[in-house]
């Protein structure tokens, strides 16, 4: 009696522990404050499934960290047709449901987080130097940083806003040249507050900024 007793409290320790999460197979601290996780699977007591694309983004993210947040188009989801079972996350970062492979769904590769207190703005560049025109700098091929990538930026986007990006308050008008970069087909746009706004592709012709000069006013 003594002896299955004993064997009941190890059973119950060991199903105390077989709770519901979200594990992954590695992830990485981007300068932006965000980070990347790699893998990702939802964990049933002692199984585990791949996570469907379509699930809640932000659902994910919580799931692996219940303050964060899912970063905009931070998505990485090659089809995976060995895998006949996904699991769908809702917004709570719950098991909502599973699907088969029959309804060609994705499974998630990669998938960036944030928390808004770490979050901030990042754009790096090649080369930059001292304007002889103003009190500012001329920078080049500037890059916007967004988790694990560092994207090109639309000739479009608001000016005063890459500059304020930047560190700066004002563009200089006439100092921006361009290029188109054949190799690439994302552009992002930047709003006048120096924030991302959105993601386009090549297929517009649009342009990046190679070169800018910025200044305080």
Not at 53 to 79: Q, T
Not at 108 to 136: A, L, M, R, W
Request: glycine fraction near 6%.
């Amino acid at each position: 009696m003594k002896k299955q007793l004993i064997g009941l409290l190890l059973l119950g320790s060991i199903s105390s522990f077989a709770i519901d999460v979200v594990e992954y197979q590695s992830s990485q601290r981007n300068i932006d404050g965000t980070t990347t996780y790699f893998m990702p699977k939802f964990k049933e007591g002692f199984k585990s499934w791949v996570i469907n694309s379509k699930s809640s983004l932000d659902g994910v993210c919580k799931a692996i960290n219940n303050d964060s947040n899912y970063l905009k188009n931070s998505l990485e989801v090659p089809f995976n047709a060995r895998s006949a079972k996904r699991a769908f996350l809702n917004e709570y970062g719950e098991l909502s449901r599973f699907s088969s492979s029959q309804d060609h769904s994705r499974s998630i590769v990669s998938i960036t987080c944030f928390q808004e207190e770490d979050f901030k703005t990042v754009i790096i560049y090649e080369d930059s130097k001292e304007s002889k025109q103003v009190d500012g700098y001329t920078f080049f091929a500037p890059r916007l940083v967004r988790g694990n990538k560092k994207h090109l930026i639309n000739t479009r986007s608001s000016l005063n806003g890459v500059c304020v990006a930047l560190g700066f308050s004002k563009y200089l008008e006439g100092s921006m040249s361009t290029h188109f970069n054949a190799r690439s087909d994302e552009r992002v746009f930047m709003n006048q507050y120096g924030k991302f706004s959105k993601i386009t592709v090549s297929a517009n012709h649009s342009r990046e900024i190679e070169k800018i000069t910025c200044y305080n006013e």
